[in-house]
């Protein structure tokens, strides 16, 4: 039988271990773009041009060439999802032919104090 010292260190190591699986951490992944950035891509840039502004594509399909997606999913610690997504394309000279939006709207910009981006 466990002395009650014991059995009460047992006890809180467990509690400690069953709760060290239970936080949440806030989680970014992808291209974190601002709204400035998305702004300034605009028909007719060259591929070199858009890389510049806008950095790496997170996905460029080696199937679909003229076509670099860039997308940011962030995961709150409440469990609240945002996602945003630029998709360029890219005509037959390497120009930028449209650019579609999808999801949340870009931010102004990104400050770690103010939260959320």
Sequence with gaps: ML????????????WAIALAGCTNMEVEQ?????????????????????????GK??????????????????????????????TVFFDDKGRVARLVTGGAPFPEGYSPESGAP
């Design 30 to 54: 992808g291209n974190y773009l601002s709204q400035k950035q998305a702004a300034q891509v605009e028909e007719g840039m060259e591929r070199q041009a858009v890389r510049r502004v806008l």
């Design 57 to 86: 594509p997170l996905l460029q399909d080696p199937f679909h060439p003229d076509r670099w997606d860039y997308m940011f999913t962030r995961k709150s610690e409440e469990g609240e999802t945002t996602r945003r997504r630029l």
């Design 3 to 14: 002395k009650p010292a014991r059995a009460l260190a047992a006890l809180s190591l467990a």
